[in-house]
């Protein structure tokens, strides 16, 4: 392969990295690049104009951002849309990355882009595959298309949903979710903060960077157990969770600080049911909480996952874990959780591309 487009949302970054640096590792000289959907959507001078006056201007980001939010609640509904080619603008920007970097193979992890990529494709006639990559432990109905190549998955009872969707079981993959190299960089976890721990304590990193989840309550209960644990918050960009966490008195970190130090100075990973979060803890071999969320995918995931997480998606269970936690106590658990399977995300990729 020699051009290869990755599409995906904000959310998803992280885990199209991991991805790009897997195919890096079998196909060195490919180019391959990561697109955020968003892009397709992009208008120069409405951009400039609402990054200037923070005045919303550009209706077509606007609706595409709806949609999207559609398709985060909206789990269970099958999509309703053709596969024509629409002389609208993420059409034809689809094409002109198309006829720019001529792809081999096109993968879109989350909501975004599969329509135009296949739509472009079977309007230009060329042979490029398209395939979505699903990051969440369950099915979101919404990434169910017929014209789709294939999908990689991450488990047995998620294949079979896509066949119970219409889905052929050849057009499926199976891989364990791959996550950055930089969580095992000795740089990395070097880090470039200071913390001041208390050693004999147990350490909790709570996620927080989601924008779509009210954290307040979560950094309430939290600051009530701030003298029996070191806490952490770490809310990446999202700014006004990292306001309120410093509001509480907690000890929180910006997108500045490096993540693989603070997970790996942490005994316990507490996140809102992020799947990509989920994958890093376990592959590191953290325990697992599961805060409240609310989004409806996060929560399944949480569902599917109950036997190897710790289930504190009420404030009610997330205090009752935190009165009684001791590493000893979740030994076994960790060790369930634990993740031994190898992502093999190019296997999956080179059985679906034939």
Not at 15 to 34: D, G, H, L, W
Not at 71 to 97: A, C, G, Q, V
Not at 113 to 140: H, P, Q
Request: hydrophobic share 40%; aromatic share 10%.
């Amino acid at each position: 392969m020699e051009s290869i487009l990755i599409f995906t949302d904000r959310y998803r970054g992280d885990f199209a990295t991991a991805v790009k640096e897997n195919i890096r590792q079998e196909y060195p000289y490919a180019r391959t690049i990561i697109i955020d959907d968003m892009d397709l959507h992009a208008n120069p001078v409405l951009d400039f104009i609402e990054n200037l006056t923070s005045i919303k201007v550009n209706k077509e980001k606007i609706d595409a951002r709806k949609t999207e939010r559609k398709m985060y609640k909206n789990i269970d509904e099958l999509p309703e849309t053709t596969w024509e080619f629409k002389e609208e603008e993420s059409y034809i920007k689809m094409r002109s990355f198309f006829h720019k970097l001529k792809p081999d193979l096109v993968i879109t992890i989350g909501y975004g882009a599969f329509v135009e990529a296949v739509a472009t494709r079977d309007s230009l006639g060329v042979k490029t595959k398209v395939i979505n990559i699903i990051d969440d432990y369950t099915l979101n109905k919404s990434l169910v298309s017929p014209y789709l190549d294939g999908y990689v998955v991450e488990n047995i009872p998620l294949k079979n949903k896509l066949v119970e969707c219409g889905v052929s079981k050849d057009k499926i993959a199976l891989s364990a979710l791959p996550i950055e190299s930089k969580y095992f960089d000795k740089e990395e976890l070097k880090g470039n903060v200071r913390l001041f721990f208390d050693e004999s304590k147990s350490t909790l990193l709570y996620l927080a960077n989601s924008d779509k989840t009210d954290h307040k309550k979560v950094f309430a209960t939290l600051k009530d157990y701030d003298g029996q644990y070191n806490i952490i918050v770490y809310a990446g960009d999202n700014r006004g969770a990292y306001r309120q966490a410093l509001k509480e008195g907690l000890n929180a970190f910006n997108e500045g600080a490096s993540l693989p130090m603070l997970f790996d100075r942490s005994d316990v990973v507490i996140t809102t049911g992020n799947s990509y979060e989920i994958s890093v803890a376990r592959q590191l071999g953290k325990i697992v909480a599961v805060a409240p969320s609310e989004l409806l995918m996060e929560e399944r995931n949480a569902t599917y996952l109950k036997s190897v997480v710790v289930d504190c998606t009420t404030i009610y269970k997330l205090k009752a874990f935190l009165r009684s936690f001791t590493p000893e106590k979740y030994y076994s658990l960790k060790l369930r959780s634990k993740v031994v399977i190898r992502p093999d995300i190019i296997g999956a990729i080179g059985r679906l591309k034939g």
